[in-house]
Structure formats: structure tokens, C-alpha cells
T-cell receptor
């Protein structure tokens, strides 16, 4: 069935790069997403990548996709205190389908 | 563009009462809307999918008579939690997809800010 797995916690020093990893099971997924959720707030779409892409970069964010291994990663360069949040990896079959979310990775920034 | 709003942002109610949550697409026509639920420290789980003008499809384990969904227009969907109980306390988030002002297909779903429901 559909499943998205990601580590629950990541601690990174301010200024370093953060890398959040995710694996998914449904090879038919064409959309792969990264969302950010700050405490008590809604979801913010950070970026998404199509399954026929290997990489997508947007300012400090870099998404890498290994479709063969069904592995997705999000790299945040020069991590700042404002990046402290929960990051959800997610997938969907296409843009009109339900989105399956991972449990979220809580990113903690060390001074 | 592609803004989704929810109302109310939070609500507290007594056990046994019904609560209605609205989800609106502000600048596009939402042909499909999704309702998700997020319990504390957990991920989002899809509750139901609604297409404008037709009955909603509830996910397995989500009671359709308890979680009533109406998607009567291209800009509004409502979720009514009937006879709410403390175990229904959660963060309810909607998302929407559809067409923009120039009838272009939106690239992805857009999420509302969520409604926090607390049932006493």
C-alpha cells in the first residue's frame, strides 16, 4: 500500500546544512512534496518535484529524488532559527489525488 | 494566487453539539476539495474527498454520517462534525484544487490554514 517514512527528529547547528530524508512505497506517485509546519500553524508548501525529475533547487532548498530507490531528500542550506519546524514528506498519484503524508521530521536548530 | 481560507480558525464546543467548518477558495474555482485531520504530534490523514456538485467520498474508517461534507459551489466546502465528542478534538485542514482565473489548471493542491476543534 501507500506509505511514506521519514525520521522523526533532526538536530542541526545554525549555519550548517540540514538534510531530511524520506522513502515512499508507491512507485506510481508522480508528485512528491515537502511541506513545512510551524507550531500551531497550517501547512506551507515548500516545494514539489515530479517523478521524472532528479533534482530541483529553489534558493536554499534542494530536493533530490532517487526514483529507483524511492528516496526523496530535502536539503536546507545555511539553516536558520526560522527553519525550526516540522517537515512533512508527501506523495500523490497526480495533482488531483489525495496526498499521503509521512509522520513529519521535527527540525531543531542548535545555536 | 491560489489562496484557501478556513473558518473558524479555532472552535471550542460542548460534547454532543455539532460544529461546522468552512473551507473557501478565494481566487480560484475549486473543483476538488479534500478534508484532512491531524491529531497532536501526528501526521495528516485524509478524511474525505469532495467534488463540486457530487457526494463526498469518505476514507475507510471515517463515518460519513458523522462527518458531513457539502461542496455545493466551486468556492465553498463545509465539514460538519455531528454530535462531537472529545475524541474528535483535532486540527482539521482542507485543501483544494481546480482552475485559476484564466481557466488554467492549478499545479497542485493548496491548503487552508486549518481549524482547531476542541470538544469539552
Amino acid at each position: 500500500g501507500e506509505d511514506v517514512e521519514q525520521s522523526l527528529f533532526l538536530s542541526v547547528r545554525e549555519g550548517d546544512s540540514s538534510v531530511i530524508n524520506c522513502t515512499y512505497t508507491d512507485s506510481s506517485s508522480t508528485y512528491l512534496y515537502w511541506y513545512k509546519q510551524e507550531p500551531g500553524a497550517g501547512l506551507q508548501l515548500l516545494t514539489y518535484i515530479f517523478s521524472n525529475m532528479d533534482m530541483k533547487q529553489d534558493q536554499r532548498l534542494t530536493v533530490l529524488l532517487n526514483k529507483k530507490d524511492k528516496h526523496l531528500s530535502l536539503r536546507i542550506a545555511d539553516t536558520q532559527t526560522g527553519d525550526s519546524a516540522i517537515y512533512f514528506c508527501a506523495e500523490s498519484l497526480n495533482r488531483d489525488d489525495k496526498i499521503i503524508f509521512g509522520k513529519g521530521t521535527r527540525l531543531h536548530i542548535l545555536p | 494566487g491560489a489562496v484557501v481560507s478556513q473558518h473558524p480558525s479555532w472552535v471550542i464546543c460542548k460534547s454532543g453539539t455539532s460544529v461546522k467548518i468552512e473551507c473557501r477558495s478565494l481566487d480560484f474555482q475549486a473543483t476538488t476539495m479534500f478534508w484532512y485531520r491531524q491529531f497532536p504530534k501526528q501526521s495528516l490523514m485524509l478524511m474525505a474527498t469532495s467534488n463540486e456538485g457530487s457526494k463526498a467520498t469518505h476514507e475507510q474508517g471515517v463515518e460519513k454520517d458523522k462527518f458531513l461534507i457539502n461542496h455545493a459551489s466551486l468556492t465553498l466546502s463545509t465539514l460538519t462534525v455531528t454530535s462531537a465528542h472529545p475524541e474528535d478534538s483535532s486540527f482539521y485542514i482542507c485543501s483544494a484544487n481546480g482552475q485559476g482565473a484564466r481557466r488554467e489548471a492549478l499545479d497542485t493542491q493548496y491548503f487552508g490554514p486549518g481549524t482547531r476543534l476542541t470538544v469539552l
